[in-house]
């Protein structure tokens, strides 16, 4: 009933965060290296200034990371609902709340690492 | 009927296709649907009305809007008390206040209704069946972030939805249409992914992949003509879904341009100037509006009622 | 049984959704090819109020910047100020004054719907294949069919304007409403914003009437479409409970067919039908934003679709939060309600 972890060392807490870090510190490490790159190859290719470049991409990144928050919130919330409309109404798509969230995670992480990534990016070359 | 799928599966070309029609219990299961039949007597008067109307009274050189408009303008146009004069003999629907008869308009607005709902179904059964396909046939990660995607694009209400893009792209008919394929792809996408699941748990796409065939083949030869009844369920049920937020979107001012014949725009005419003088500007439109859906959804109904049960489990 | 923690823990999903919504809206300003100062002036705009909006904004700070003042402010409800719309005025203020408009709107075509589609729903399944079901069934599929853009318009057209039943457009009759602050007799209006609610609570009994009046053709055309959705989804799901094994048990051991309808049927049916109400909300709303165009009614879907036909962004922007906000209480609630009929669910 209550699925709060406890705090015990290497107990199911410490296995929970790993879990979770892990799903989002990948995805958000590949956006982070991504944008990094992208601005660099986007300053040299394009003759646009810095400012653009950092605001089209960290948008970017803002566009995949309120999605993926807003689909992952999404799940958590309609998920009884729709996993239940679905055993009921006959619209069998092995839709589960568990996959949603964590591709919404994936998606969500990409994004925020993209964020950092042209923030880190764009302030050391800012100067 | 398992098996009756996985005779026809490995029929070609063009003769196994006619095999399929003729010995199809989907095609016979529909016929004797009383409902369906209705509908399809009604979605086929439209079109006959909209083509005709295309043809004889738009000509058959292609006309822009602008020019057919022309050709509806009744010689009352100097008379301003007759411009808007109820139905009669001779303007059935009446003319709409600016001495244009409603009856060709109306004519007129099934043949545009047609084609932007056919472009918008399928334009989106294009893309839905593309990726519906990729996520059934790579599956783990392609699978999972473009299913989820399509999930969240289909939480939200189509028309919000519609009208969120339309304030991002503009207006316009064309950004209406853009708008409606991205809320209608998704619903796509599902039907054939779960379509194209289910055919590849056949053992014979593993046989005809261990004879050698290469993932293209398989895909056209074997999953894609399996996954054609459900889609063309899918889309009789959605073009009339297709049709009403089209016409939402010109009733709002999104769509279709000021002055054009479509139902949408026509019905927005009605309300806004209509409404406690001339109640045929709006009621005609409407009802030849309501009358094609209604059509759509009959047929959808009956179709989906007549689908192979593996299949309908698909379609919400 | 929906615990207190339950609660509390889908209420702190509001967070994210509207930080998501918040983070898409103001990508979607920045991504666009557009000059955002110019997004948001409109259009129309003249180069000063351009200039004074990118003063305003910030425009020239780094982006992330822009995105972190963003989120603050938005986190105040501080929504930024309508420039084409209602210039000068707040979008916060606009859309307080907006919102229960379309909230009481949903709630009573709702009501209606939910009213007359689940009774509807039970007589088709318990006499399935009769008359009656084919004619509902029939009912429901033209129910749908029907835009609400077309049934809105007949209505007004046979009962205001030929029959002059009710009025035509608006939420009370003009000697109720004297200004946009709803000043009432002199009292300001401090309470609800639902005006049926508001009039009883300050006993102008009248002026009830008259909002009632003014409520019954747009709830009822709200209602008659959805209506037609919760009688189809009522009955196939009426269907499924019958043909399943305990009712059939039941009516071995000797129990009145009505009886078992009514004690394992009803309650069970009704399960998925309210889930799918939640889901359906959504679709609600959408409709809303028509009827209220139809009918003339300020809520937020008319406020939506004005600003954008003249391009007012930061109207646009705090109408989509506001409509993300909606759709995830409903869902809340209806998320609540369904774990309390459902016992099978452990929260």
């Known amino acids: 009933m209550d699925r709060t972890p406890r705090l015990r060392s290497n107990g199911p807490l410490w296995s929970w965060i790993r879990d979770r870090v892990r799903l989002v510190g990948s995805a958000a490490l590949g956006g982070g290296v991504l944008a990094v790159l992208g601005v660099v190859v986007l300053l040299l290719v394009t003759p646009s200034g810095l400012a653009v470049v950092s605001t089209q991409a960290f948008s970017l990144g803002a566009l995949c990371f309120g999605f993926g928050l807003l689909g992952w919130s999404g799940s958590v919330l309609a998920g009884s609902s729709v996993e239940n409309a679905q055993r009921y109404l006959d619209t069998g798509t092995n839709w589960s709340e568990d996959d949603s969230r964590r591709a919404m995670a994936r998606i969500g992480g990409f994004g925020f690492g993209g964020m950092v990534g042209v923030i880190a990016v764009s302030s050391i070359l800012w100067v | ?316 | 049984m929906a615990s207190k923690w339950f609660v509390v823990k889908r209420l702190l999903l509001l967070v994210p959704v509207l930080l998501g919504v918040a983070t898409l809206v103001f990508a979607v300003l920045h991504i666009s090819p557009g000059d955002p100062a110019r997004v948001m002036a409109g259009q129309r705009a003249s180069q000063e109020q351009v200039e004074m909006v990118r003063q305003e904004i910030g425009l020239s700070d780094p982006i992330w910047v822009q995105y972190g003042r963003f989120l603050a402010d938005t986190a105040q409800l501080k929504l930024g100020e309508s420039y084409v719309l209602r210039p000068n005025q707040s979008v916060a203020s606009i859309l307080k004054n907006s919102i229960p408009t379309t909230i009481e709107l949903a709630v009573y075509g709702q009501l209606i719907g939910i009213l007359l589609g689940l009774p509807l729903g039970v007589i088709s399944a318990i006499k399935q294949d009769s008359i009656t079901d084919h004619i509902t069934r029939i009912g429901a599929l033209t129910g749908i069919s029907v835009p609400i853009f077309w049934s809105g318009p007949i209505v007004i057209i046979l009962f205001s304007v030929t029959l002059g039943i009710f009025p035509t457009n608006g939420r009370i009759a003009q000697q109720y409403f004297l200004s946009d602050t709803w000043l009432f007799f002199g009292h300001e209006l401090p309470r609800t914003g639902l005006i049926t609610l508001d009039t009883l609570l300050l006993a102008r009994y009248d002026a009830f009437v008259s909002a009632v009046r003014h409520l019954v053709l747009p709830a009822s055309v709200i209602g008659f479409y959805s209506m037609a959705l919760i009688s189809r989804m009522m009955r196939s799901s009426m269907l499924e409970v019958v043909r399943q094994d305990y009712i059939r048990t039941a009516r071995a051991k000797g129990q009145g067919e009505r009886i078992t309808f009514l004690k394992h049927g009803l309650k069970n049916a009704f399960i998925p039908v309210i889930t799918v109400i939640g889901i359906q909300f959504g679709t609600l709303l959408g409709g809303a934003v028509l009827t209220e165009t139809v009918f003339g009614i300020e809520g937020i879907g008319m406020i939506l679709v004005d600003a954008i036909d003249v391009g007012d962004y930061p109207v646009v922007q705090g109408t989509v939060l506001v409509f993300a906000l909606l759709f995830t209480l409903v869902n809340l609630g209806v998320d609540i309600t369904y774990s309390y009929l459902d016992p099978r669910i452990q929260q």
């Open chain 2, 1 to 316: 009927m398992s098996t009756h799928t996985h005779a026809n599966g490995r029929k070609r070309g063009i003769r196994g296709l006619l095999a399929r029609i003729r010995d199809s219990q989907f095609l016979s299961e529909l016929a004797s649907n009383r409902l369906a039949i209705v509908g399809l007597l009604i979605i086929a008067t439209i079109a006959g009305l909209a083509i005709y109307a295309r043809v004889f009274i738009g000509g058959l050189p292609p006309l822009t809007d602008g020019q057919y408009e022309a050709i509806t303008l009744s010689n009352l146009s100097g008379n301003s008390d007759m411009a808007e004069a109820p139905p009669s003999l001779r303007y059935p629907f009446g003319l709409d206040g600016q001495a244009r008869s409603i009856f060709p308009r109306v004519m007129y607005g099934a043949w545009l209704a047609l084609k932007w709902g056919t472009v918008t179904v399928g334009a989106s059964t294009v893309l839905g069946v593309g990726l519906g396909i990729l996520a059934a046939y790579y599956g783990d990660i392609v699978d999972n972030v473009i299913m989820r995607t399509m999930d969240v694009l289909l939480a939200f209400p189509s028309l919000l939805l519609a009208l969120a893009l339309v304030a991002i792209f503009g207006t316009g008919l064309q950004n209406a249409v853009i708008a409606l394929v991205l809320v209608y792809t998704p619903r796509f996408a599902r039907v054939v992914r779960g379509a194209a699941l289910k055919v590849m748990e056949d053992e014979y796409i593993d046989a005809t992949v261990a004879l050698g065939a290469t993932d293209f083949r398989v895909l056209v030869r074997h999953v894609i003509p399996n996954c054609l009844a459900p889609v063309t369920v899918q889309s009789t049920l959605n073009f009339g879904l297709a049709i009403i937020d089209l016409a939402a979107l010109s009733f709002l001012g999104f769509g279709a341009e000021a002055g054009t014949p479509s139902w949408g725009w026509m019905l927005s005419n009605g309300v806004e100037y209509g409404l406690h003088s001339a109640w045929w500007w709006a009621f005609f439109p409407g009802l030849f509006l309501a009358l094609t859906v209604l059509g759509f959804n009959l047929l959808g109904d009956g179709m989906r009622d007549a689908l192979d049960p593996r299949m309908r489990d698909a379609i919400d």
